[in-house]
């Protein structure tokens, strides 16, 4: 009986020890994560400051977006769909 509990509970500890190291995040993935939090925020104030999608607020918003992401030396963002011809 003494011999189960033990083994349970070691199996329960090495259970434990196992799930919170691989829980842990390495730095570079938490730059990573962080670039995209700041990216997300650029995108945010930039839609928040031009909300309408009108051919002057869509050139507006993107050029604001732009200018975050720069200021923040953050990459730039693809964009969704190719320009459309003049």
Known sequence: ????VFILFATVIVALGL????ARAT??????INKWKSMDK???QAQLAYPDFTPDSN???DAALQNCLNAGNLPPRE?????APH
């Open 1 to 4: 009986m003494k011999r189960s």
């Open 19 to 22: 799930s919170a190291g691989a």
């Open 27 to 32: 730095g570079q993935g938490n730059d990573a």
């Open 42 to 44: 650029c995108a945010r």
């Open 59 to 61: 050139a507006k918003r």
């Open 79 to 83: 964009p969704l769909a190719p320009p």
